[in-house]
């Protein structure tokens, strides 16, 4: 995707005080590890040249492990640009509960899947959908609500997400 996406995400990220950083396959591991706090889950982020594998992270986390767990890691099928945006497919690996219940998530999204705006997004998700994959949310900043009266962060979702870009080889 072009660098003018990839600008703009990083923006619209910093301004939603999501950090993020980009770095190349083989930095990843260095940087994730300055990102999750420990006892961490995730999911396999089938992303060629990097894994879990290597980390603390728990792969396939029973139940109580996904309660304890501080840090939650997840793929992100896409990152769109204009607002900063994650695209969060669910997955039999258990991507969903593994992006919502730690108060911390940590979604990596490939440079080369920053979209610039939700009108790609949709574009995209139409393959998908005609694919027979038709589970998505799309996640910007950490969970709100303002139900109750005063606006209240992290009540229904992780209370601080971050971002891993991997750039393109």
Do not use: C
């Not at 660098?3 to 930095?27: K, M, W, Y």
């Not at 992303?47 to 290597?54: F, M």
């Amino acid at each position: 995707m072009a660098t003018n996406a990839v600008t703009r995400f990083e923006s619209s990220l910093q301004t939603l005080d999501i950090p993020s950083v980009s770095t190349t396959p083989h930095g990843f591991t260095e940087v994730l590890t300055e990102y999750i706090e420990l006892p961490a889950v995730g999911v396999p982020l089938d992303i060629e040249g990097i894994s879990l594998e290597e980390t603390d992270a728990t792969l396939s986390p029973s139940s109580q492990q996904l309660v304890d767990a501080k840090t939650g890691i997840t793929p992100a099928a896409l990152g769109v640009a204009a607002h900063g945006s994650l695209l969060l497919q669910s997955s039999p690996k258990g991507t969903e509960p593994v992006s919502l219940y730690p108060p911390r998530h940590v979604a990596v999204v490939r440079e080369e899947d920053i979209v610039p705006d939700v009108r790609d997004a949709l574009e995209w998700l139409d393959g998908e959908f005609t694919d027979g994959r038709r589970s998505a949310v799309f996640a910007t900043g950490v969970s709100a609500t303002g139900d109750m009266g005063a606006l209240v962060e992290g009540v229904h979702g992780p209370a601080d997400v971050r971002v891993i870009i991997v750039e393109d080889r």
